[in-house]
């Protein structure tokens, strides 16, 4: 276990070590640094492999959290790379992930190597979508885990055949309601970064599932579209958790890339 005392927070996180080329990932709401584990199994032997637990979520969770954005996230990354003698590196970022990483390459440029989005988006949260999200939320920072809502949560995140949803239903079943309210605002009310899209100078990578039923294909091929640099990897048959789902296309593709770089 390895903390890191920067940015005005402890943060967990592992780190592979080995003297290849630096990938860190960032995970999605709700989730922590295990999601990742296919995709280190898959590139450590190649790759330096840094996971780490965000603001409240997973072993960074603190009792009273306090309001905080993506830039802070960012900056917390920034200051884990300082923390690791890490001058830059490859941020991989799935969904909520993706949004602190893609803000990460927007401030700290020099940081940023290239950039993965895994089921990310560049925009706000859909409109339309918001009202379900906030009383499915409600209800689980005032009920607790149900079974409707985590049934919920798990077809949105890793869809409704993932064998291992119960694994990750009892990890929810300890995230805190101040947690779980305080990462939901920071959800819902960050800023469109859609116009400075064309300001990423790095390579990006952006891979999404076709069946990912919380960011729609579109606003994938539109980051596409809009960062210089950038290439789209689409997954058949997967949802929002692809890399969890359906990690050998996910690391083939995230392989091919690293390699190219």
């Known amino acids: 276990m390895a903390f890191a005392d920067v940015n005005g927070q402890r943060l ?7 003297t ?4 860190v990932f960032s995970h999605g709401l709700l989730m922590d640094h295990e ?17 780490w637990d ?9 009792a009273e959290p306090e309001p905080f954005s993506y830039y802070d996230s960012a900056d917390d990354l920034a200051a884990l790379l300082t923390h690791l003698g890490i001058d830059h590196a490859v941020l991989v970022g799935m969904s909520q992930g993706g949004f602190l990483s893609l803000r990460c390459a927007l401030m700290h440029p020099s940081r940023v190597r290239a950039l993965v989005m895994l089921d990310s988006q560049a925009g706000t949260e859909m409109e ?13 920072m005032t009920e ?9 949560i798990a077809q949105i995140i890793l869809g409704s055949d993932y064998p291992d949803s119960e694994h990750w239903k009892e990890k929810w079943k ?5 947690n779980i309210g305080n990462n939901f605002l920071t959800l819902a009310s960050r800023d469109d970064l859609t116009e400075r899209l064309s300001g990423i100078t790095q390579p990006a990578l952006i891979i999404h599932g ?12 539109m980051m596409a579209d809009q960062i210089p640099d950038a290439e789209l990897v689409v997954i058949p048959g997967a949802g929002h958790g692809a890399n969890l789902t359906h990690p050998d296309p996910v690391n083939r593709a995230l392989a091919d890339f690293l390699q190219r770089l």
């Open 210 to 221: 076709d069946a990912d039923i919380a960011i729609p294909l579109e606003r994938a091929q």
């Open 54 to 62: 965000e603001r409240g979520h997973g072993q960074t969770a603190v």
């Open 35 to 51: 999601m990742f584990a296919p995709q280190v199994a898959a590139l450590r032997d190649q790759y330096r492999c840094i996971t």
């Open 174 to 178: 300890t995230m805190s309601p101040a």
């Open 12 to 18: 967990y996180y592992e780190d592979t070590g080995g």
């Open 20 to 23: 290849g080329p630096v990938v």
């Open 128 to 140: 339309e979508k918001l009202p379900m999200y906030q009383q499915l939320i409600g209800t689980f």
């Open 144 to 152: 607790g885990l149900t079974p409707d809502v985590g049934t919920t």
